[in-house]
């Protein structure tokens, strides 16, 4: 069936440390997204990669998506407390409307 | 500016009772979702409404029913809850027209002994 793999299910920084989560699919993905949970709260939409090779950058947060678009990274430079939370990928397949999610990285900082 | 209200927010049951969560949007998107999450598993689609009058199966459908009621409400029923369904429910609204992403409402937290 059509799975998302999301590594590692938890990561504990320092704060000022980097942070990188990484997506696979075993299926090529028409397109990806990456949702951020905070303790206690709902999934908050942060970015859409659509095309092979894209890159996108949100502040401190850098966006990949692989050239054979089966894979995707989200990579924080310089961690702060506030990013604290669990980060999503959810990968679409062809085709379909529907959404799967990895299982998310649980990510601490420690300040 | 609501976005997705669920409710309730918070339900006790005990195996074998039933219940209907309700999710409303204001947004008026056509496709609406129902997740569950549970501790390292993320969320698993249990069904999806791409647009009024359809409903599709998710990834785990099984002892779930849904009702996409009209364009903004579309609710998800237990007909015999069991503990295994213990668990976090979301529901969320998109467009899917141009790859918009989901709303998530806050959650129903749902226990069942």
């Known amino acids: 069936g059509q799975q998302v793999m999301q590594i590692p299910q938890y990561q504990h920084v320092q704060e000022g440390e980097d942070f990188t989560t990484y997506c696979n699919s075993s299926t090529t993905l028409s397109n990806i997204q990456w949702y951020k949970q905070r303790p206690g709260g709902h999934p908050v939409f942060l970015i859409q990669l659509v095309k092979s090779g894209e890159v996108k950058k949100q502040k401190r947060l850098t966006f990949q998506f692989g050239e054979a678009k089966k894979n995707s990274s989200l990579h924080i430079t310089a961690t702060q407390t506030t990013d604290v939370g669990t980060y999503f990928c959810?990968?679409?397949?062809?085709?379909?409307?529907?959404?799967?999610f990895g299982t998310g990285t649980r990510l601490k900082v420690l300040a | 500016n609501a976005g997705v209200t669920q409710t309730p927010k918070f339900q006790v049951l005990k195996t074998g009772q039933s219940m209907t969560l309700q999710c409303a949007q204001d947004?008026?998107?056509?496709?609406m979702y129902w997740y569950r999450q549970d501790p390292g598993m993320g969320l698993r689609l249990i069904y999806y409404?791409?647009?009024?009058?359809?409903?599709d199966k998710g990834e785990v459908p099984n002892g779930y029913n849904v009702s996409r009621l009209n364009k903004r409400e579309f609710s998800l029923r237990l007909e015999s809850a069991a503990p295994s369904q213990t668990s976090v429910y979301f529901c969320a609204s998109s467009d899917p027209g141009a790859n918009q992403p989901q709303h998530f409402g806050d959650g129903t937290r749902l226990s069942i002994l």
């Open positions: 959810a990968g679409k397949f062809s085709g379909t409307y529907k959404y799967i």
């Open positions: 409404s791409a647009s009024e009058g359809t409903t």
């Open positions: 947004m008026n998107h056509n496709s």
